[in-house]
């Protein structure tokens, strides 16, 4: 094939979409807003409170700005991708031309279908250049696809492996929340609340937690080892299931706040907690993932050139909402739980209190079949040898997709520490580091092509025109990685 597709990384993606189908900018708005409002917004209130509701405020607003930098530049990237896959490259033995995706394709294959920097227009392929060579995006070229147009071999393996470890964290995430809130409902009260924290007669809690990880892992964990898909019907539950939970806690806690019922003093509210920042950074930073689905989205637009303008009142509306939830919790609650449902286990309307505590049950369990085959493809395409034998393709690596999050989930609880780890590393790497590097690179092949800026041709170019901006992303996220590392060091140098 002359333009091969690698394996789609969607593993945050709300929907599959069609390129052929039509998106509304309304409708990209909702699956972006979808995406946003995800699992890490539970763990976000604890993180907000702990590094202060001043500095976390700030925060929070500089990185979803880093946020739509970094989309905007996902949107030029796959418009510089969609030219770089039209131009013919020279070769001894003609192909046909074909966009078919196969999972059974190389990570990395020595002979490119592309242009490459070496390579350049000729004069009649310049005066086409307005209409052959359209900058729309007609085809959707997924992150793992740009990679292998943008980057050498090394640096897409690197890809593979930064994609990985992010996906590994996400699965931990789920393997930890989900059973965390499942013991929080079955445990008896009584028995919780008391300093060796029992769950049931001569049941540790422990015990219990480490029972339903098993249990969960069992039950949803088993879809991996087959091609299940997110079905429309599951998506609409899942996103009013959502909605309606961020608003029964804002309104909830809301009332707390008014009826100054056990609410924290005043001067007991942190505004400035320099140590937690780091932690804050990681969460917030998984917060505003959408980058790795964005192809899924921009692609089928009917009005491309709204699509900027569309991520930006998603991440804007995400931003207010995220506000809203984490400032009421900081002054409705003395403490936080890390997943953040779980303060409202004592609120006397028990239909609530239980929808409330068993929505990460619900929503996030609808997500780990379909992260789980994106890992496990992930992880086949990584160590591509040709054709696997049937035990290694349908055993083998749904195991080494599942179990690493297993243990992970057995050793600890700590939603936020897992979402701090996986946002703050893995998860600046793909916000950051990888559309920043995207920008940069397909910037300089388009002026080696053309012989002008890409802004100047390129109608998907981002507002960020300037190089600079790029290279402060990738010096934003060397100093964010810096500084998490740095007090991560600390604290376990000091014991803490």
Same mark, same amino acid.
């Given at each position: 094939?002359? *333009?091969?597709? *690698?394996?789609?990384?969607?593993?945050?993606? %709300?929907?599959?979409?069609?390129?052929?189908?039509?998106?509304?900018?309304?409708?990209?708005?909702?699956?972006?807003?979808?995406?946003?409002?995800?699992?890490?917004?539970?763990?976000?209130?604890? %993180?907000?409170?702990?590094?202060?509701?001043?500095?976390?405020?700030?925060?929070?607003?500089?990185?979803?700005?880093?946020?739509?930098?970094?989309?905007?530049?996902? +949107? /030029?990237?796959?418009?510089?991708?969609?030219?770089?896959?039209?131009?013919? #490259?020279?070769? &001894?033995?003609?192909?046909?031309?074909?966009?078919?995706?196969?999972?059974?394709?190389?990570?990395?294959?020595?002979?490119?279908?592309?242009?490459?920097?070496?390579?350049?227009?000729?004069?009649?392929?310049?005066?086409?250049?307005?209409?052959? *060579?359209?900058?729309?995006?007609?085809?959707?070229?997924?992150?793992?696809? $740009?990679?292998?147009?943008?980057?050498?071999?090394?640096?897409?393996?690197?890809? *593979?492996?930064?994609?990985?470890?992010?996906?590994?964290?996400?699965?931990?995430?789920?393997?930890?929340?989900?059973?965390?809130? @499942?013991?929080?409902?079955? #445990?008896?009260?009584?028995?919780?609340?008391?300093? /060796?924290?029992? +769950?049931?007669? &001569?049941?540790?809690?422990?015990?219990?937690?480490?029972?339903?990880?098993?249990?969960?892992?069992?039950?949803?964990?088993?879809?991996?080892?087959?091609?299940?898909?997110?079905?429309?019907?599951?998506?609409?539950?899942?996103?009013?299931?959502?909605?309606?939970?961020?608003? $029964? $806690?804002?309104?909830?806690?809301?009332?707390?706040?008014?009826?100054?019922?056990?609410?924290?003093?005043?001067?007991?509210?942190? %505004?400035?907690?320099? &140590?937690?920042?780091?932690?804050?950074?990681?969460?917030?930073?998984?917060?505003?993932?959408?980058?790795?689905?964005?192809?899924?989205?921009?692609?089928?637009?009917?009005?491309?050139?709204? %699509?900027?303008?569309?991520?930006?009142?998603?991440?804007?509306? +995400?931003?207010?909402?995220?506000?809203?939830? +984490?400032?009421?919790?900081?002054?409705?609650?003395?403490?936080?739980?890390?997943?953040?449902?779980?303060?409202?286990?004592?609120?006397?309307?028990?239909?609530?209190?239980?929808?409330?505590?068993?929505?990460?049950?619900?929503?996030?369990?609808?997500?780990?079949?379909?992260?789980?085959?994106?890992?496990?493809?992930?992880?086949?395409?990584?160590?591509?040898?040709? /054709?696997?034998?049937?035990?290694?393709?349908?055993?083998?690596?749904?195991?080494?997709?599942?179990?690493?999050?297993?243990?992970?989930?057995?050793?600890?609880?700590?939603?936020?520490?897992?979402?701090?780890?996986?946002?703050?590393?893995?998860?600046?790497?793909?916000?950051?580091?990888?559309?920043?590097?995207?920008?940069?690179?397909?910037?300089?092949?388009?002026?080696? $092509?053309?012989?002008?800026?890409?802004?100047?041709?390129?109608?998907?170019?981002?507002?960020?025109?300037?190089?600079?901006?790029?290279?402060?992303?990738?010096?934003?996220?060397? @100093? #964010?990685?810096?500084?998490?590392?740095?007090? &991560?060091?600390?604290?376990?140098?000091?014991?803490?």
């Amino acid at each position: 094939n002359e *333009y091969k597709s *690698y394996l789609r990384f969607n593993s945050k993606m %709300a929907s599959h979409t069609d390129v052929g189908s039509h998106l509304s900018s309304t409708m990209a708005f909702i699956f972006v807003f979808n995406l946003l409002l995800g699992a890490g917004a539970l763990a976000l209130p604890d %993180a907000f409170s702990q590094a202060g509701y001043v500095a976390s405020t700030v925060l929070l607003v500089i990185l979803c700005f880093a946020s739509f930098v970094t989309a905007s530049f996902m +949107c /030029e990237g796959m418009a510089i991708a969609n030219v770089l896959t039209k131009v013919p #490259c020279p070769k &001894k033995n003609d192909v046909t031309s074909s966009s078919a995706v196969s999972e059974n394709d190389p990570l990395v294959n020595d002979s490119k279908d592309y242009m490459t920097d070496s390579q350049h227009f000729t004069q009649s392929q310049m005066s086409l250049g307005g209409s052959r *060579y359209s900058f729309r995006i007609n085809r959707r070229i997924e992150m793992a696809e $740009m990679a292998e147009i943008f980057f050498n071999k090394v640096g897409t393996i690197l890809f *593979y492996i930064v994609v990985i470890i992010y996906l590994y964290g996400d699965l931990a995430i789920y393997t930890a929340a989900v059973p965390k809130s @499942l013991a929080n409902v079955s #445990c008896h009260k009584d028995l919780y609340h008391k300093k /060796e924290k029992m +769950c049931w007669d &001569k049941v540790s809690y422990k015990a219990a937690y480490s029972m339903y990880v098993l249990l969960y892992v069992v039950s949803i964990g088993s879809f991996v080892f087959f091609n299940a898909q997110k079905t429309s019907l599951l998506q609409i539950s899942s996103s009013v299931l959502r909605h309606t939970s961020f608003f $029964m $806690m804002i309104v909830i806690a809301l009332i707390r706040i008014s009826d100054k019922n056990d609410v924290p003093d005043r001067k007991d509210v942190t %505004a400035f907690n320099f &140590k937690k920042i780091p932690d804050f950074i990681g969460v917030s930073v998984y917060c505003f993932m959408c980058q790795h689905s964005l192809p899924s989205f921009v692609t089928p637009m009917k009005r491309q050139s709204r %699509a900027t303008l569309v991520i930006f009142l998603a991440l804007t509306a +995400c931003l207010g909402i995220y506000l809203l939830v +984490c400032f009421t919790a900081t002054f409705a609650f003395t403490n936080i739980v890390d997943v953040y449902t779980l303060n409202f286990a004592d609120y006397h309307i028990k239909p609530i209190r239980y929808f409330l505590e068993l929505y990460p049950v619900f929503c996030l369990s609808a997500s780990y079949p379909i992260i789980g085959i994106t890992l496990r493809n992930n992880l086949k395409t990584l160590f591509s040898k040709g /054709e696997y034998p049937w035990i290694v393709d349908r055993i083998l690596f749904p195991l080494l997709t599942i179990v690493p999050p297993t243990i992970i989930g057995l050793c600890t609880e700590d939603v936020e520490k897992l979402v701090t780890y996986t946002g703050a590393f893995s998860g600046s790497a793909i916000q950051y580091i990888i559309p920043a590097s995207f920008v940069l690179l397909g910037r300089r092949r388009i002026r080696e $092509m053309f012989g002008r800026d890409a802004s100047t041709i390129n109608k998907n170019h981002s507002i960020f025109s300037s190089n600079v901006w790029p290279i402060l992303l990738l010096a934003w996220s060397a @100093l #964010c990685m810096g500084f998490v590392i740095y007090y &991560k060091i600390s604290d376990i140098w000091h014991g803490e």
